[in-house]
């Protein structure tokens, strides 16, 4: 029969059609991935034969990778990097989404509207002047150097994905707990916090990801070893000779930065559970 | 156990609105008082107060004789049962109605021993290790009081508990807060906007008017004797109907009728009546058929009726007619306090009458109606005050 909403049961012609979308889109996000891991596991030789398995798989390119100490550094300088600007931008903007949703102070439009103009403000207006006001403040190739920018960039993004969770929160919970003999530390340590971890988890992914994929700054902003991060030392690998591009080395790169994400996304994919709050009010 | 004074607490809000003003009045060791009035009227601000949630602005709040103004929530030891219930989601019922006793650091069997009593005596023992989204209004309801009985607190607080509840879930809700209430004798202040639910179940109660009290007393003399106009309109169902009056002499003239007043009730109204406007209240029950009056030596008048709607509810009959006669400016305001569908138009005045089941009356023929003149009130228009009343201090609030 017609079907008018979602819930409505498909026809055949509908399921096909429906089947035929979803692998599109699955082959298009997942060919590049497939290539990019076939073309790691590839001895140099074949790198250019085309195909997608070409059989003898082999981990040389990872071996490379890893005897290269430009490559360890660079992870290690990720992973801290990443890890230290996620807690700080999350605390930082627990405390200002808390104040949004729970106080009323003058300019509070101000902030959340100053937050959003940073958030659209383009990286790459500001890449010239900070280059030299690192240098001169000797932050330049350093972690903070690049902490301060990835916190900065990703503060307002983390504020409003926050606010939001916050809003849904019944705050009554917190008027119960204290009630019930809990100081306003415990009733935030054993009510509120439990509710607000899945809106925390959340933000700390956007966060972590943005700092984890950034090329730019990093680029920019580092010059050896001591704060290079992944994206960049992967521009900075070199083949056997000048003239040999390393595409099996960058492959393999590619692979192993991409780990931790997914590993990240899967771990905490299961605490976003939404509708956590619900069943606290009637409704 | 504990007494609990209200001295002319006032509450002004950040944005200068005075939401209670000067509410003074005492709830008595294990009694279940009810605070109720129309939505807005500052009921929930006053609880807030008295549970330390809000600030007070001026006056003093005493427990047993000791100032807990300034006594942080946690420490009054009082249990609060909340509109929203505000259950924990993220715990079982067990962790939820244990939590209190957590946070005191209870022994653990002592802990579990009392949360096995609280559900035993709520039915919930079955749901202990559920969630609360998967419990029904009325069991989330129950998770909420037993959050509180576990406690054993000096007070229970409790802010619409059953408003979130379906009819017949709140009527059985009712009976069985009642029960609790009685068996465990704490003392509980009930806030209500129904005033059904305000003559069950209280011992005595407060009724509020933006932000001021009207009158304390119990349900009876609420509806028997009631301080003014707004508390005469609010309590009753259905309401009792108001009418634009006169006095002359010992005669009140009606509407549809003029109605000598006994000598006492002109007795206590004295000379205050003369040269304001006038407005009476009849309870639908003080009128009947005329043919069925039981008791022949009452004093009543007799008038004719153009019935236009008949309510046959079983055990009792509602009949409805319209009178001539202006609403007051006083009338109309009530109206919009009392949140009733309005009077009319201005012109006209609607009349509910409870008739004996027995009665001939039909819709759109005149039927002669007996009216109770001993049960007349008379309020002042303007002030409101019910002339009448015969409790001797017209006082709008009673103290204790
Ligand atoms: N935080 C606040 N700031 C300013 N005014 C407030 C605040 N909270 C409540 N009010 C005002 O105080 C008045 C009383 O509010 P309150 O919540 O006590 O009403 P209520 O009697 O509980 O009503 P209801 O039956 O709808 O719950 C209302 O007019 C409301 O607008
Ligand atoms: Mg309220």
Redesign the interface.
Known sequence: MATTGSTAKRTPVDSFVWALGTIVVVVYALVPIVWLVSLSLKPADKLNDGKFFSGSPTMENYRTIFKDPQFKHALVNSIGIALIATVLAVVLAMFAAYAIVRL?FPGKKLVLSGALAIAMFPPVAIIGPLFNMWRALHLFDTWAGLIIPYMTFTLPLAIWTLSAFFREI?W??D?????????PF?AFR??IA??AAPGVFTSAILVFIFAWNDFLFAASLTSTNRARTVPAAIAFFTGSSQFDFPAGSIAAASVVVTIPIIVMVLIFQRRIVA????????G | MSEIVLDKLTKRYGDGYEAVKGADFTVADGEFFILVGPSGCGKSTLLNMIVGLEDITSGELRVDDEVINDVDPKDRNMAMVFQSYAIYPHMTVRDNIAFPLKIKKVPKEEIAKRVDEAAELLELTEHLDRKPVHLSGGQRQRVAMGRAIVREPAAFLMDEPLSNLDAKLRVQMRTVLARLQQRLGTTTVYVTHDQTEAMTLGDRVAVMRRGEVQQVGTPKELYNDPANLFVAGFIGSPAMNLLPAELDGGTVKLPMVDVELPADIRERIGDRASGRHLIAGIRPEHFEDAALVGDPDAPGVTFKAPIDVIEWMGAELYVHFTVEGSAHEELRELAEDLETVGLGPTDEAQIVARLDIHSEAKEGQDTELWLDTRKVLLFDADSGENLTREAAAPATADGS
């Open positions: 009323e019944p009554d919970l008027k119960a707990a204290r009630v019930d003999g809990a100081t415990q054993q009510v439990p509710l509708g956590l709050t619900s069943g606290a009010v009637k």
